[in-house]
């Protein structure tokens, strides 16, 4: 059935009216006919594109279930150790949680994700089945792409390689890495192997990168140079990649081309405790960046909603921006960057118009900068033309 959005603001445009048809939007405007429609009055709400999440944990989240009391750790080893344990004790049922998670995000205005999920030696495949099963129980209601990621290293676990590559014959589409030098003590071993299995499987690449300062800009400089050789411009990504905002202003200004120029994207969680790439320096050069959830109240991490409008604030108040121009930046980073890095269409402001894919969500704010500031509550969110959310509740099946 057609959707009559009525009385919706797009931009400085107010009391529009919007019919949404076949999956796109069919018209926009004051004349637009509800005839044989379903109409929803949204009481000038702001209609925005819908939110593209490029980093969550769906196999790790506890969502929905009694909040986790979490260990005291001070290194990305020992939250590893302590996550290892948490799931044995829980035992961890990740088709349940990562299912949580998706309604969850789809109540947030979100509706494509990109997901690591772990693979070692204890899980070795199980939590790519059950994520595998819950992106089949969602599609063309959230969009998943999935990551095999090897949180507990690659080079110190032997065998952990081999299951990547068979997550990546099961469906699993990107081959993920985490901190080569720090975690794994070896740089070039654990590179090697990561593009190897994406040069054999034909799959891009999403590595995890806490690593710090000089340390990190040195796997960035190797990453960038294996992207050459290996002619995969476009097909890699840095979550995090702290040392960029951790680098003198020197060799800021000298890796940041070389990004743009591979098309490498980089991803972050705007966190509080380190510093992470700054968003101007990366947009002003091109650098594809976006903001991204990474853990959601989950075994690695109690924080985390899911909500973008929240990321895009926290990219504003971490980067000290008041002005509406850098806040509209931080939104881009929730919808069009990771949108381009998901190969969406049109995922803008401006793409809002008739034809659109109609992927939207509508919060009650009499502008974008107040909805960054302030976070409302979505009114619903809509994937493809369908209600996946509305007033807070999701209509995905649990
Ligand atoms: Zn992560």
Redesign the pocket.
């Given at each position: 059935m057609p959707i009559y959005l009525k009385n919706v603001s797009i931009g400085e445009q107010r009391g529009v009216n919007v019919l949404v048809r076949d999956g796109v939007v069919a018209a926009i405007g004051t004349a637009a006919d509800p005839r044989g429609a379903q109409v929803v009055d949204c009481a000038g709400a702001l209609l925005l594109p819908s939110f593209v999440d490029a980093?969550v944990?769906l196999d790790k989240t506890r969502i929905g279930g009694p909040r986790l009391h979490h260990a005291v750790t001070a290194t990305v080893a020992e939250r590893a150790a302590n996550e290892r344990l948490l799931r044995t004790q829980l035992k961890h049922d990740p088709f349940v949680f990562g299912s949580n998670l998706v309604r969850e995000l789809s109540v947030m205005g979100t509706t494509h994700i990109r997901s690591?999920i772990d693979v070692d030696s204890d899980v070795k495949l199980r939590h790519v089945e059950a994520i595998l099963k819950v992106r089949e129980k969602y599609r063309g209601l959230m969009d998943i792409e999935l990551v095999a990621f090897p949180q507990s290293g690659i080079i110190k676990s032997p065998g952990v390689a081999e299951l990547m590559g068979e997550a990546l014959r099961m469906g699993v589409d990107i081959v993920g890495g985490l901190d080569p030098e720090v975690f794994d003590n070896d740089r070039a071993g654990q590179l090697d192997r990561i593009f190897a299995l994406a040069s054999k499987s034909g799959a891009p690449i999403d590595i995890?990168l806490h690593e710090p300062g000089e340390v990190g800009l040195a796997t960035i400089q190797a990453i960038v140079e294996r992207v050459k050789a290996q002619g995969m411009q476009g097909r890699v990504t840095i979550?995090h990649a702290y040392a960029l905002g951790q680098i003198s202003r020197e060799q800021l200004a000298a890796i940041l081309p070389q990004l743009a120029q591979q098309r490498i994207a980089i991803l972050t969680s705007a966190p509080g405790a380190v510093n992470f790439p700054p968003v101007d320096a990366l947009l002003d050069a091109g650098v594809l960046y976006a903001g991204v959830s990474?853990?959601i109240q989950d075994m690695w991490s109690p924080w985390g909603t899911g909500d973008q409008l929240e990321r895009a604030m926290l990219l504003a108040y971490r980067n000290n921006f008041r002005a509406d121009a850098p806040l509209q930046r931080c939104f881009t980073m929730v919808t069009e960057n990771p949108a381009k890095l998901l190969k969406l269409a049109g995922h803008s402001l401006a793409s809002i118009k008739v034809g659109m894919q109609a992927n939207l969500t509508a919060v009650p704010a009499g502008d974008l900068e107040t909805a960054i500031l302030q976070r409302p509550a979505r009114l619903f969110t809509m994937k493809a033309g369908r209600f996946t959310a509305r007033n807070g509740k999701s209509l995905l099946p649990a």
């Open positions: 980093h944990h690591h995890h979550s990474d853990n």
